[in-house]
């Protein structure tokens, strides 16, 4: 299984950006996906996490701005960001927990991160 990020660059504060995430490889179902980001010098932080069934929990910092979606036949997640800033630069990880067989468990995949840099 393997999870690809893409979509990141460099964006004017006040402007957006989309970043796509696909998961790949022997997939039976995904659960929760997510989008995280790591800031130079700063822990990885959660942006926004949805259920298979579209439930969303968006961190505080992010609410109003950015927005996340799915297409579960498809096994990819998208993050439309918007009216970035500054501190939104970082480098933005995609998280699914996977599951590769029918009576399996879950486990976590990240993709290899993409960078988000906001300035003018």
């Known amino acids: 299984v393997q999870l690809q990020a893409s979509g990141g660059g460099l964006v004017q504060p006040g402007g957006s950006l989309r970043l796509s995430c696909a998961a790949s490889?022997?997939?039976?179902?995904?659960?929760?996906m997510a989008w995280y980001r790591q800031a130079p010098g700063k822990q990885r932080d959660l942006v926004v996490t949805?259920?298979?069934?579209?439930?969303?929990n968006y961190g505080d910092s992010v609410k109003g701005r950015f927005f996340i979606s799915r297409d579960n036949a498809k096994n990819t997640v998208d993050l439309q960001m918007n009216s970035l800033k500054p501190e939104d630069t970082a480098v933005y990880y995609c998280?699914?927990?996977?599951?590769?067989?029918?009576?399996?468990?879950?486990?976590?995949?990240w993709g290899q991160g993409t960078l988000v840099t906001v300035s003018s």
């Open positions: 998280y699914a927990d996977i599951r590769q067989f029918r009576y399996g468990t879950g486990r976590t995949y």
């Open positions: 490889g022997r997939i039976f179902s995904i659960n929760d």
């Open positions: 949805i259920t298979s069934g579209g439930a969303t």
